[in-house]
């Protein structure tokens, strides 16, 4: 089946500008995650989503990122105002819910943001 | 708080070597334990994990990790490493609220 998708795959812009970015989740997988992935930098947890439970927010790095996820499916990530440290990958991922085995994240390709 | 430790950030080994990624964790239970890899312009792929059982788990491209819960650590092990294993490799672990460590990446020397 399908994989987790995500769009757009690069995303360039101005600093001060918004951006939006899109993931799609492997169907029937009620966790979203969204990181970020800076040049040299690891993966930093930005927000997870569990089913219709409120959203983990503990990594958003500032007020200006928000995220939501519309009828446990969709999920867009917002940068408003962007500014040129906001440069990065942002991965999503999904993964099945609940204390069981089949806990493992499958990731996106990732959006390649840019700010200029 | 839960949290995850990989103390190197940049190893390099001679193909053909044997290679250990150290993972350390702290988490309130027995956690699901992960370790991804990402090789350059790829996205993440499982190279295995460990739920229960059998603390030596093993994975694929002849991938294996130990969980020591004393230590609360889970280390990668490959006894003869590739050209092709040069990535970054990723430890994580959690239950719904996964949490990765900042990634060691690997270089292979000819």
């Known amino acids: 089946g399908a994989g987790v998708s995500q769009s757009p795959s690069n995303k360039v812009t101005e600093k001060g500008k918004d951006v939006e970015l899109r993931c799609d989740p492997i169907?029937?997988?009620?966790?979203l995650y969204w990181y970020r992935q800076s040049l040299g930098q690891g993966l930093e947890f930005l927000i997870y989503?569990?089913?219709?439970?409120?959203?983990?927010k503990s990594g958003l790095p500032s007020d200006r990122f928000s995220a939501e996820r519309t009828g446990g499916s969709v999920s867009t990530l917002t940068i408003q105002r962007t500014q040129q440290e906001d440069s990065a990958v942002y991965l999503c991922?999904?993964?099945?819910?609940?204390?069981?085995?089949?806990?493992?994240?499958?990731f996106g390709p990732g959006t390649r943001l840019t700010v200029l | 708080a839960q949290s995850v430790t990989q103390p190197d950030i940049h190893i390099t080994v001679s193909e053909g070597a044997s290679l250990e990624l150290r993972c350390n964790y702290s988490y309130g239970a027995t956690p699901y334990l992960f370790w991804y890899v990402q090789s350059p312009g790829q996205g993440l792929q499982l190279l295995l994990k460990?739920?229960?059982?059998?603390?030596l788990v093993q994975g694929i491209k002849g991938f294996e990790a130990e969980f020591k819960r004393s230590q609360s650590s889970f280390n990668l092990r490959k006894p003869s490493v590739h050209w092709s294993d040069a990535a970054e490799y990723f430890c994580a672990v959690g239950n719904n609220d996964m949490r990765f460590g900042a990634g060691t990446r690997l270089t292979v020397k000819p």
């Open positions: 460990y739920f229960s059982g059998d603390t």
């Open positions: 989503f569990q089913g219709n439970s409120a959203p983990d």
């Open positions: 169907s029937g997988h009620t966790a």
């Open positions: 991922a999904s993964s099945f819910s609940g204390a069981s085995p089949w806990n493992e994240q499958f």
